[in-house]
């Protein structure tokens, strides 16, 4: 039962804002979350760094644990892409600010996943860490990721069959980080052959390696039906913002890796 515990501390990687307010699963009390003009706050705090260093896509996470109740080399609980450009709010009115575009595990069918796109306060919100992780595309990067996001293949990156701990390197299941490296290889690539991308990965990418026992994998899929490990040879190994900053680096693929920690005196950071 302890081990069950402790793999399914991952349980909210990738979770839509709606199953991520309790994580029953989880062996401690209800984490605190940010109030909702601390979201707002730090969300436009976020989009002020973001701003300053004109970028006009950012891949960030955020946690949805408390950092501690992760398993090693695990920070963040999910990540996704924010794009600067022209917004539409409801009052009918075209601004221009960042937008948030997700994979979120689904709401009903817990094993599949879709793509949604919405705002820096909606990924801010369920956030228990207050600091986020962020990685800044190189402009030729920014510039073909948009390409995609903006062409039939983006969705075509999507793998709605869902887990947890998706391995990077096998096509059988996704989750939110995957889905976010699988973009990036196609855009390094350039290409939209999945397959290809997963054989790339395979050669060039590190995916972080999580800590889990014989026990823990095999009893896993009893704990939480997301945590699927059938795409797993061995080591369970998945897909981090520690392992895609990496990958980036190694490859001259991002600009700058970093953390921004909500600075409540409004100064920004």
Known sequence: MRAALAISAVALLCATPASAQVDSSAPTAEPVKLTEAEAAAFSKQIERRLAAGGARVAIVFRSGRPREALPDGISYTHGAFWTYGPIETEDGKTLNGY??????????DVLSSYLKQDFPYDFVKPAVEERVGVIVPTPGMQKRILEIMASDQYKA???????????????????????MLDVIAASAWDTADRAQIKTNLAAYFK????????????????????????DHDGDIRTTTFASIAAFMEEYDL???????????????N
Do not use: K, W
Request: with cysteine; glycine share 4%.
């Open 99 to 108: 937008a948030v575009h997700n994979l979120y595990q689904g709401r009903e």
């Open 157 to 179: 990156m999507h793998q709605p069959a869902y887990s947890l701990i998706s391995n990077p390197h096998d096509a059988s299941y996704q989750n939110c980080n995957e889905f």
């Open 207 to 230: 995916p972080s390696l999580v800590e889990t026992s014989l026990i823990q994998r095999l009893f896993a899929p009893m704990a939480d039906a997301r945590l699927r490990t059938d």
């Open 254 to 268: 991002s600009d700058a890796s970093y953390e921004i920690t909500f600075e409540r005196d409004g100064a920004g």
